[in-house]
Structures are given as structure tokens and as C-alpha cells.
């Protein structure tokens, strides 16, 4: 699949603003008052008579002249070209973003905070931040894993998530309209057996064309999507008459049955179909998916290689999918979930500093059912929050529990869930349970997302600082995969950031992730945050974010995460390992 960040990459030309530049003959306390009166900024060029930049001066310059005893007196007549940063960054406005971000982070941390001057043909025309920088390739990033995250890599068709947007765009403007819409759920028959006898590859290649026999049969405004495995799922939209909308399905069941050549072979395969429609079958975009499922597994029940319509006697799938719900409900009083703990080590010693709390379930029948699956149905249904408050009770004992048993205090992160973070008293149940467990505050980190920070700006800046006053340590998760705005980075009081792991994988072969994790660090300097980086897997990545001072790592190098009492073994068998 193409990535979006091959193409072009812009120039700084749209990072620029003019910032005009002071006079390197200007003495160092009248800049100051432009300082003092221009709050935002943060460096400014200096240049010669010929307009041609020749340094640049900082806050923190002027300001250290200013603030320390005497110097005021001694050098506030001082010429400015006597103070400056003589060895700035510049460029030439067509340079690309990406060449400038390079040379950037090659220099050092503090051009990412004062920024570097721009020339048009030779001649000043104003500055950027490193700040703004940063938010152009993050941003670009994230166009690239916006696409990861809504496209089946196989076959290039929308997944789960993508469909589920069109799904409730199409049921909008079924509504609007006065059209019907049909959901059709495509399973084909015995595909399992196939990719078992004749290998993964054939199968494949056998789901490519399969998505591409689906692609042909309908209408450009109509979506096929790949929900994963051999389920495909079609949404047709502006439906007339039912009548219509069947004839498209025996269509596709016909075509389908068309023999298949793959590697030099002929296969026939078959499908079934399961249809249901809105707003005939059900409003709700949930409700109309369980239905045109459950017309599907009716066809199969009946014989596979076929197309049903749904009808309300089907509706005994429901009950099933209703179940991980409430099973999820008593998963909580059965004792069925627990927590296990990943170890975050410290560079460039190796020394454990903290582990991250992470919730599992153990279900009877199911087996351990993983976060990425019912975290989101806890959310849904608002469970999360007593669940949560089961988490932090847990890690809480756990840790007293540890030093007891003679291990060091280790910091405890644990995940905070949006819902959570919501809730009014958020902040009150946080107090009560640390006076409660008896936990020293400071060893409790609470580890929450940037999308959960960044919706909720204004709320989320006070939380935080209520949290602190708790005393308790903040990180931001997942850094890197939501949208940042770093402006309101720096007014949030964090102690550290995380590093999303799509950064680190394969660090090595993708010179962009290793800019990017680079600039990362650079940025929680210049805000005085840690950087921990997340899914270390190997010895190349762990020296990769070593040799950029990366403060400490978790990944499965070290350790997966580890149930309470194979944390402790481990911890005594990597303690002496390092000594
Ligand atoms: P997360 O907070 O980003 O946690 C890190 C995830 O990465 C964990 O997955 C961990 O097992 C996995 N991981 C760690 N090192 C490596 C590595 O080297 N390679 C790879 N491939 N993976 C690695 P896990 O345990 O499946 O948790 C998934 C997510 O579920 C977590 O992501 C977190 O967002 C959520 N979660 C887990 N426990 C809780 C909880 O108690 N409350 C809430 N609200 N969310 C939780
Ligand atoms: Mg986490
Ligand atoms: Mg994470």
C-alpha cells in the first residue's frame, strides 16, 4: 500500500512568520523590552545593516543577563552582537520541511525551542519555531497511520473501523433522503479448510480476488469493506426497492461462484450473504449490523452458498454478543480479572524503575480475552469506571505488597481511560484511594492518553494540576498517534512521555521514525519531560534510543508483562544479571 508520506513533503515557506529582527549595533536592554512585551516569543535574528542575519538572541539569554546580581548594570549597555548565538540555523525558504527537521535535530535540542531563521533569496524574511516543526511532521505522520488504521493491508479495502464511519454516514443520509440502505455481511464458505490445505499465500490471493470480484458488482457510492479473515461486509446505499437490493446479491453469489484461477490452479469457492436494512430492519447502526449477521449465519445454518434477508426469528446471534457484556460485568466480582506488570528501565545504567500496570482477562470458557477487545465494550457501557478504581486499588496493594518482600519502591503507572478522566470526581476518588492504600503519592503514575487530554483542553489542564497537588507523577500515552497541539503541551504540568511503539518498530530501516523519536525527545527536554520509549523489542532499537537519550524504555526486550510473582523473580534474576 502507497504511504501518503511519499509524496511531496512541503517547504518551510508554510511554517513562516515574520518576526522582525533587531540590529546587532542594538544594546541588550532594549531587546529586553521587546521580551517583556511580546509574551510569545522566544528568540529573535539578529541582523547587520545589509539585512543579513548574522545570530540570534533568546529569552533565556536576555534574561540571565538580567536576572543574575550586578550583570544588569554591568551589561545592559552591552552591544547585542556581543551576546548572540553567532551560529544559528538558517535556511532558504524552499528548503523541504523534512531536510530542515534533519538539520535541526542534528544541532542540538536548543534550535528546536528558539527556532531558525528563514531567508528568501539572501534576504531575511522572518523565522520559524521548532515547535512548528515538529507539528508538521507529526501531523504528516499521522496521515500516514490514519491510513494503517483504517485500510485491510491485504486487499486495500476500508476495515472495521473505516466501515463502521461509513456505516453511520450512510444510515444519516438514508434518513435524509428517504432512501433505504442495505448491510450485507459476506462470509465465504470453508475458507478456513482451504487456507489450511493449500497454505496462506493461496488463501491469500484467493481473498484479493474475492475482494475484487466484490468491488465489481457494485456502484461506485456503495463501500465493500474486510472486517477481517474472510468476512466482508458491503454497504448499499440509495436502495429503491428491496426488490433492487436481492438482485444485487444473487448477482454476487453468482459471480463468486465464477471458477477462480489462483497460481496456476482453478478453484470454485462459495459464499454466504446476509442482508438486513435500515431503517426497515433497525435504526441503529449496532442493531443492523447483529441482524444482517444473523441472516448470514442462517444462511450457513441452512446450507451454506446462498443469500437471506433478515427476518426477527434469526435473532438468536444476539444473544451472544449481549453476553461478553454482561459477562463482563461479573468478570469483575468472579475474580476473573487481574493485573500484570511490565517493567520500565532506566537508560543508560539498565536499572528498573517503575513497572505498567495492565489489565487482563482470564474468561472460563473463552480463555484470556485481550485489553484491545473488552477495554473498549468497558468504556461503552461505562464499566471502565469501576473497573478502573479496581485497577489502582490492585496496583496500589501490589506495590506495598513488592516492598514488603524486600524490592524497591517501584514507580506504579497504571491506565486512565477517557471515561474515567471524565468523571466530576475524578480527582476526589484518586485522594481516597492513595489515603486509603497507604501508597507514597509520587510512586503512583497515572499514564492517560493524548486524545483524552487534548479534547478536554481547558478541563484537562485543571484536572492535572489537581492530580498534582496529589502528588501524584502524569505521563501521556501512546505519544505521537493522537493530535498533539504542543502548544497546550507545554501548559499541561506532565512528568513524562511516551513514545508510541509504531515509532520504535524497526526504527533502524525507517529513517523517518527515527527523526521523529529524535524530535520527541528533543521536545520533552526543551518542556523538561522524561521520555520513556514503548515496544523495545530488540537490541537495535533499544541502542537506537539509547544513543538519543531516550530516559528509559519497557518492551518486550526486557520483559513481557509479567504476573505479580514472576515480576518478582524476574526483578531479583535481572538485578544480579546486571551487576
Ligand atoms: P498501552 O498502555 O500502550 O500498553 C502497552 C501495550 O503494549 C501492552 O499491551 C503491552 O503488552 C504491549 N507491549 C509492551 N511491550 C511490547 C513490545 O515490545 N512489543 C509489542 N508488540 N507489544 C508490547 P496490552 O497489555 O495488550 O494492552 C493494550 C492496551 O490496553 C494498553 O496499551 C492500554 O491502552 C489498554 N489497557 C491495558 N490495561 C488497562 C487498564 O487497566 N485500564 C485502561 N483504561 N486501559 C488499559
Ligand atoms: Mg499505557
Ligand atoms: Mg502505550
Not at 299 to 318: Q, S
Amino acid at each position: 500500500m502507497k504511504g501518503l508520506s511519499d509524496a511531496e513533503t512541503p517547504s518551510v515557506r508554510r511554517l513562516l512568520q515574520y518576526v522582525a529582527p533587531v540590529i546587532a549595533q542594538e544594546r541588550c536592554v532594549d531587546v529586553l523590552d521587546r521580551f517583556i512585551h511580546e509574551k510569545e516569543l522566544l528568540a529573535v535574528a539578529v541582523v547587520d545593516q545589509q539585512q543579513t542575519p548574522v545570530g540570534i538572541v533568546d529569552r533565556g539569554q536576555i534574561s540571565d543577563i538580567f536576572l543574575r546580581p550586578f550583570s544588569r548594570d554591568l551589561l545592559h549597555n552591552k552591544r547585542v552582537i556581543e551576546i548572540m548565538d553567532a551560529s544559528p540555523i538558517i535556511v532558504d525558504i524552499n528548503s523541504s520541511i523534512d531536510d530542515v527537521a534533519q538539520i535541526i535535530i542534528d544541532a542540538g535540542m536548543r534550535h528546536m525551542v528558539n527556532g531558525f531563521i528563514i531567508l528568501e533569496k539572501g534576504v531575511y524574511v522572518g523565522m520559524a519555531t521548532g515547535h512548528a516543526l515538529l507539528e508538521e511532521i507529526t501531523h504528516r505522520r499521522q496521515r500516514d497511520l490514519y491510513v494503517l488504521a483504517h485500510y485491510d493491508q491485504l486487499t486495500g479495502l476500508p476495515n472495521r473501523l473505516l466501515f463502521n464511519d461509513r456505516l453511520e454516514q450512510g444510515c444519516r443520509n438514508a434518513q435524509r433522503n428517504h432512501k433505504m440502505l442495505g448491510l450485507v455481511f459476506v462470509d465465504l464458505d470453508r475458507f478456513k479448510y482451504i487456507n489450511d490445505t493449500m497454505g496462506h499465500s493461496f488463501g491469500d490471493r484467493l481473498l484479493v480476488n474475492v475482494a475484487e470480484r466484490l468491488l465489481a458488482t457494485i456502484r461506485q457510492s456503495d463501500t465493500v469493506a474486510r472486517l477481517g479473515g474472510d468476512e466482508f461486509v458491503l454497504i448499499l446505499q440509495n436502495i429503491e426497492s428491496e426488490e433492487d437490493a436481492t438482485t444485487v446479491l444473487a448477482g454476487i453469489v453468482d459471480k463468486l461462484l465464477e471458477p477462480m484461477p489462483i497460481f496456476e490452479r482453478e478453484i470454485q469457492i462459495t459464499a454466504s450473504l446476509g442482508m438486513a436494512f435500515f431503517p426497515k430492519h433497525d435504526q441503529t447502526t449496532d442493531g443492523l449490523i447483529r441482524k444482517a449477521d444473523a441472516a448470514m449465519y442462517e444462511v450457513k445454518e441452512r446450507g451454506r452458498n446462498a443469500f437471506l434477508v433478515y427476518t426477527p426469528t434469526m435473532d438468536h446471534g444476539k444473544v451472544e454478543r449481549m453476553s461478553l457484556e454482561t459477562q463482563l460485568r461479573m468478570a469483575l466480582n468472579n475474580g476473573e480479572l487481574s493485573l500484570s506488570y511490565q517493567p520500565q528501565i532506566q537508560l543508560p545504567e539498565h536499572r528498573v524503575v517503575g513497572v505498567e500496570a495492565l489489565l487482563r482477562w482470564q474468561h472460563p470458557q473463552l480463555g484470556a480475552v485481550p485489553p484491545t477487545t473488552f477495554i473498549p465494550i468497558a468504556e461503552e457501557t461505562g464499566l471502565i469506571v469501576s473497573i478502573g478504581e479496581w485497577v489502582i486499588n490492585e496496583a496500589c496493594r501490589q506495590h506495598l505488597v513488592w516492598i514488603e518482600q524486600g524490592l524497591p519502591a517501584l514507580r506504579m503507572a497504571v491506565n486512565i481511560s477517557g471515561v474515567q478522566f471524565k468523571q466530576r470526581e475524578f480527582c476526589g476518588l484518586i485522594k481516597r484511594l492513595l489515603e486509603e492504600s497507604g501508597i507514597d503519592p509520587q510512586y503512583l503514575e497515572l499514564e492517560l492518553t493524548e486524545s483524552v487530554v487534548m479534547t478536554q483542553a481547558e478541563h484537562a489542564v485543571q484536572t492535572l494540576m489537581d492530580l498534582r497537588t496529589l502528588g501524584v507523577k502524569l505521563a501521556i500515552d501512546d505519544f505521537g498517534t493522537g493530535y498533539s497541539s504542543l502548544s497546550y503541551l507545554r501548559k499541561f504540568p506532565l512528568d513524562r512521555i511516551k513514545i508510541d511503539q509504531s515509532f520504535i518498530r524497526h526504527i533502524k530501516k525507517t529513517p523517518a521514525n527515527e527523526a521523529i523519536v529524535r524530535a520527541i525527545i528533543a521536545l520533552g527536554e526543551s518542556l523538561g519531560l522524561e521520555t520513556v520509549a514503548e515496544g523495545v523489542e530488540n537490541g537495535e532499537e533499544l541502542a537506537c534510543v539509547t544513543s538519543h537519550h531516550c530516559h528509559e524504555v519497557q518492551g518486550y526486550h526486557f520483559a513481557k508483562p509479567l504476573s505479580a510473582n514472576d515480576f518478582s523473580d524476574w526483578h531479583r534474576r535481572f538485578v544480579s544479571a546486571v551487576r
